[in-house]
Structure formats: structure tokens, C-alpha cells
């Protein structure tokens, strides 16, 4: 199976913050790796696919980048709807698809 | 747009099968591969597997011995069987539209929480 690690863990941050989280896969993925906000009681919601692709609809302050193991992504100017927990997703090789453990976004 | 709903007890009693439904509206379920997916109570997500509308399947080998996943094209649905289970799966489950790589899992259910306890 391909582990998927994300750091930190946590993170707390204030409203107009540029804030970024990592994931690293335990071998190459490619481009293969997904993004995803989940909010308190909700689905997931995907955010970015393809490592880099911005999903529509969504404001543009989300990014993402990366290839092979290492991946990041970005939220140039936090806003209140972003706290949230955000985890990466490797779709390259199955099965199976696995995620990251999650990494919690919080209001400083 | 495509719509998921998640349906099926919430209590199930250990040893028991859990059993869910997850129904599309909005298309067909006659393209794609549809997933569930589930989540413990403060943590993380877990794949299970997915079907695609032909019932070919691929499940996760943690889970492989004791899932079933199953579609009915005439009604747009398909569903989760889990036999024998036990209080750690207890969870959320969702159920999601998986288009092929590299598009992530979209759209999602609102998600079912099924507690096993006896």
C-alpha cells in the first residue's frame, strides 16, 4: 500500500494568513493526488485534483503543487469558511486508494 | 448535478452484517466507478471499494474478506454489504462518485453513521 503522511498535524492560523500543508507519499504518485476540505458533521468536499487542477467553483486563494511524493497545498489569504480539516489522497495505485491523516485547520 | 444519498440502519449488532444503500440522482449510474468510503468517530477516512456499473469491483485488502459491494442499474443505486462486525466499524460511511484518475472522488453523500453495539 502507499502510506500518505501530511504535516503538521494541526495548525492554527489567523484570517489573511497564507498557510500551507504538505503530504508525502511513500513512493511516487505521479500527478495523482487529491485534495479535500471536510468541515465539522460533512462530507468531504474535493478542493484540487491532479496535484495542481482547482476544482470549479472554488476561489482561486486554494493551490496546490507538487509531483511524485511531495505535494503542497496552499490557502493564500485564509477566510472564515476555511477552517477546516483538509487530507490528501493518492488515486495512483490500487488498492488501495489511501488518504492522509488529516491535517486540522484552526482560528488563532 | 449528481446527487448521492446514503441509506440503512444505524444500529447494527456485533457478528451481524451491515448493510447500506447509496442512491444517484441527477445521471446515470451507468458510467463511473462509485465508492464508499468511511470515517471512525474523530478520525480519519478509510477507503473500502468501489463498483463500477458493469459490478466489476475492487475492494480494500484490509477489508476484502468481509465486504461486498453490489449495483442495481434499474433503480441507480449500490450498495455495502460488511459482514461480521464489530464495534471498530462503527463509522460514517459515505459513498462518492470516483471519475477516472486523476479526478478525485466528487460528488460525496452527507454520510450515514452506523454504531455497532449490542
Known amino acids: 500500500d502507499i502510506q500518505m503522511t501530511q504535516s503538521p498535524s494541526s495548525l492554527s492560523a489567523s484570517v489573511g494568513d497564507r498557510v500551507t500543508i504538505t503530504c508525502r507519499a511513500s513512493?511516487?504518485?505521479?500527478?495523482?493526488l487529491n485534495w479535500y476540505q471536510q468541515k465539522p458533521g460533512k462530507a468531504p468536499k474535493l478542493l484540487i485534483f491532479a496535484a495542481s487542477r482547482l476544482r470549479s467553483g472554488l476561489p482561486s486563494r486554494f493551490s496546490g503543487s507538487g509531483s511524485g511524493m511531495d505535494f503542497t497545498l496552499t490557502i493564500s489569504s485564509l477566510q472564515p469558511e476555511d477552517f477546516a480539516t483538509y487530507y490528501c489522497?493518492?488515486?495512483?495505485?490500487?488498492?488501495?486508494?489511501?488518504f492522509g491523516p488529516g491535517t486540522k485547520l484552526e482560528i488563532k | 448535478q449528481v446527487q448521492l444519498q446514503e441509506s440503512g440502519p444505524g444500529l447494527v449488532k456485533p457478528s451481524e452484517t451491515l448493510s447500506l444503500t447509496c442512491t444517484v440522482s441527477?445521471?446515470?449510474?451507468?458510467?463511473?466507478?462509485w465508492s464508499w468510503i468511511r470515517q471512525p468517530p474523530g478520525k480519519g477516512l478509510e477507503w473500502i471499494g468501489y463498483i463500477y456499473y458493469n459490478g466489476s469491483t475492487n475492494y480494500n485488502p484490509s477489508l476484502k474478506s468481509r465486504v461486498t459491494i453490489s449495483v442495481d442499474t434499474s433503480k441507480n443505486q449500490f450498495s455495502l454489504k460488511l459482514s461480521s462486525v464489530t464495534a471498530a466499524d462503527t463509522a460514517v460511511y459515505y459513498c462518492?462518485?470516483?471519475?477516472?484518475?486523476?479526478?478525485?472522488?466528487?460528488?460525496w453523500g452527507q454520510g450515514t453513521l452506523v454504531t455497532v453495539s449490542s
Open positions: 441527477g445521471g446515470s449510474i451507468s458510467s463511473y466507478h
Open positions: 489522497q493518492q488515486t495512483h495505485s490500487i488498492p488501495p486508494y489511501t
Open positions: 462518492a462518485r470516483v471519475p477516472p484518475p486523476p479526478v478525485g472522488f466528487d460528488p
Open positions: 513512493q511516487s504518485i505521479s500527478s495523482y
